[in-house]
């Protein structure tokens, strides 16, 4: 099994939808969780640390469940700029995040 | 500040040649990070180096991948020899580690590798 894990989609929504993804992660001792957007043939840009109260950024809501071990990112109002690759990610303390192998949206008009 | 700088960005060669990717991590930025990105695998961390010093290489698949920080705004990484299967995207990243957990990575643009 993977250290973490996501749907690899893709998910096809329409603009001004809502969309949620989630990915599960392994490692109990797991302290920092994040999201990365990746667009096609450039590099992961960090999206959003994901903390334990949960955090939101404009459109996107990022919610982390302990028990369940899984973080989730929300995007309400779906634009097509938001067509990606959606990385999660997990750290164990400081230096070392391991991915997921990504997410794909595409939001179509 | 330029980010994270790579070179080469695309690189084409035969297999078994000696293949070197080169990175230099944004100046003060004190962990420098390089993984591997292919469909089937994803994006996966294959060493990490903390003020220069490799940390946890034990996502480098074999012995032909070495990698090295002599300095703190330059590493390589080197497959020799290269094989097929080692074709890929190679990104290189950074940090500033400012010591608590949450700590962003800045990824540079990458290095396309296809080995014949």
């Known amino acids: 099994r993977k250290e973490v894990e996501q749907d690899p989609g893709p998910f096809n929504v329409p603009e001004g939808a809502t969309v949620a993804f989630n990915c599960t992660y392994s490692?109990?001792?797991?302290?920092?969780f994040f999201w990365y957007r990746q667009d096609c043939r450039k590099e992961p840009k960090l999206l959003m640390s994901?903390?334990?109260s949960g955090n939101e950024d404009g459109r996107f809501t990022a919610q982390l469940n302990r028990a369940s071990q899984y973080i989730s990112l929300l995007i309400r109002d779906s634009k097509l700029s938001d067509s990606a690759t959606y990385l999660c990610?997990?750290?164990?303390?400081?230096?070392?995040?391991?991915f997921g192998a990504g997410t794909r949206l595409f939001v179509k008009a | 500040d330029a980010g994270v700088i790579q070179s080469p960005r695309h690189e084409v060669t035969e297999m078994g040649q000696e293949v070197t990717l080169r990175c230099k991590p944004i100046?003060?930025?004190?962990?420098l990070f390089w993984y591997r990105q292919t469909m089937m695998r994803g994006l996966e961390l294959l060493i990490y180096?903390?003020?220069?010093?490799?940390?946890?290489d034990s996502g480098m698949p074999e012995d032909r991948f070495s990698a090295k920080m002599p300095n703190a705004s330059f590493s390589t990484l080197k497959i020799q020899p290269s094989e097929p299967r080692d074709s890929a995207v190679y990104f290189c990243?950074?940090?500033?580690?400012?010591?608590?957990?949450?700590?962003?990575?800045?990824f540079g643009p990458g290095t396309r590798l296809t080995v014949l």
């Open positions: 990610g997990s750290g164990t303390g400081g230096f070392k995040t391991i």
């Open positions: 990243a950074s940090s500033p580690l400012t010591g608590g957990s949450y700590n962003e990575q800045f």
């Open positions: 180096f903390n003020n220069n010093v490799p940390i946890d």
């Open positions: 994901v903390y334990s």
């Open positions: 100046s003060g930025h004190n962990s």
């Open positions: 490692n109990s001792a797991s302290q920092s």
